[in-house]
DNA sequence: AGGTGTTTACCGCGCC
DNA sequence: GGCGCGGTAAACACCT
């Protein structure tokens, strides 16, 4: 039997669960990670089927983003604005779908409750600096350094859940897990001490160089993806284009 | 206002 | 029959 193509579909419902759909999405984009909208647009640019009912299958859609600990919001970063933030897959979510293929999913991937509340505590701390650099920005007082005292370091793969207490806020921390550098705006404005160059730079260049908070909320934002994804490509999931999304499988 | 995100509930299906 | 998973509907809150 000839192996069904993504043109073969046609206006036929493609056999992708919508966490497939949106895993394909987010590992076809350069940076792993999209907003809904891209999201939106990679699933019906490639399939037809889902040109129509659009508000059936994208609340559906949402619906599978939101409860689904396999997907992961990042906060857009400051010199990014737009609606909504980022969706990006979690790294331990990798092994989902049986010997890579997206049609069949091993089981449902669920996060512990200790790795869950530190990643909530880790994604919220950069959404809340992010603000405080565009307070800066728009010449408000100098904002607040952040109440927690961790970096992206705390994203790392197979950590242990163990809570830690933090500054004034408690934030559940991995245990053993050493932050990078302190997470204040003071401290990340300080020259890196020792770095090669971020992985993820700006798409766009700029006509002016960026203000140093600025570079600074942006290596935050590397980082913190670095730590995310770093582990999200082992050498399984070789990566050629999106035209492997023919396919069944990623790596076949 | 419309897009985005969260949550709850329900149903159908396949598997044990 | 119970369970897990996927799909759908819907209500609601929040944000741009």
Redesign the pocket.
């Known amino acids: 039997m000839p192996r069904p193509t993504r043109e073969s579909y046609g206006d036929q419902k493609p056999p992708?669960?919508?966490?497939a759909l949106t895993a394909m999405a987010i590992w076809s984009s350069p940076e792993r990670m999209l907003?809904?909208?891209e999201i939106?647009r990679f699933i019906t640019d490639r399939f037809p089927y889902y040109r129509r009912n659009t508000?059936?299958?994208q609340?559906?859609l949402?619906?599978?983003?939101?409860?689904?600990d396999c997907f992961v919001?990042v906060p857009r970063r400051p010199d990014r604005?737009?609606?909504?933030?980022y969706?990006t897959l979690h790294p331990q979510a990798f092994d989902m779908f049986e010997n890579g293929s997206l049609l069949r999913?091993r089981?449902?991937f669920k996060l512990h409750k200790g790795e869950k509340d530190s990643l909530n505590a880790e994604l919220a701390a950069l959404a809340s600096f992010n603000r405080a650099f565009l307070a800066r920005q728009a010449g408000a007082p100098p904002a607040a350094t952040m109440p927690h005292a961790y970096g992206p370091a705390a994203l790392g793969a197979g950590v242990s859940p163990e809570p830690v207490e933090a500054a004034d806020t408690a934030v559940l921390l991995p245990a053993g897990v050493r932050p990078r550098r302190a997470f204040t705006i003071d401290a990340l404005l300080e020259p890196e001490p020792r770095r090669t160059p971020s992985p993820a730079p700006p798409r766009v260049p700029l006509a002016l160089p960026p203000p140093p908070y600025l570079l600074a909320a942006q290596r935050y934002h590397a980082e913190l993806l670095a730590g995310l994804q770093q582990s999200c490509l082992p050498p399984l999931w070789t990566w050629r284009d999106t035209s492997q999304f023919s396919h069944y499988t990623l790596n076949s």
Do not use: E
């Open positions: 992708f669960s919508y966490i907003p809904l909208s939106y508000q059936r299958w609340n559906s949402r619906h599978n983003l939101s409860f689904n919001k604005p737009g609606k909504g933030a969706w999913r089981k449902r």
